[in-house]
């Protein structure tokens, strides 16, 4: 008589696998998808906020200084011909403030992480 013999080798042995960390629908992998695409870090969401806005607020530093130079370098050249008016010089010292406002967002821009994310806009 013949006997039946069972081997089981550990390697034979069927793993399992953990599936906890998978996603359980396709709206879940979209949300992952749609959270990796819009995850920018501090220091870049700070700089894109600087760049919205109504027409001259929406330049950085360096175009708010140039406007504030080319301003200031014409109102020169008027005085010596000419009284300047109250309007110009307060669009000359607008255009400094904006000047100044613009370099100190930036530089706290400057200052935020490249690792910390930040979610959305």
């Known amino acids: 008589m013949m006997q039946k013999i069972s081997m089981k080798s550990s390697h034979s042995q069927i ?21 990796i695409l819009n995850c920018t870090n501090q220091k870049e969401y700070c700089f894109s906020r600087l760049k919205e806005g109504p027409d001259i607020q929406g330049i950085n530093s360096n175009g708010a200084c140039s406007l504030y130079l080319y301003n200031d370098q014409e109102l020169i050249a008027k005085r010596e011909r000419e009284v300047i008016s109250h309007r110009e010089n307060s669009i000359a ?12 967002e930036e530089r706290k821009c400057e200052n935020k992480s490249e690792y910390i994310p930040h979610f959305g806009y």
Request: glycine content about 4%.
């Open 15 to 35: 793993r399992k696998f953990d599936h906890l960390m998978l996603p359980k629908s396709l709206g879940e992998v979209l949300l992952v998808v749609f959270l």
């Open 93 to 104: 010292n607008s255009m400094l403030l904006l000047c100044l406002q613009n370099a100190i």
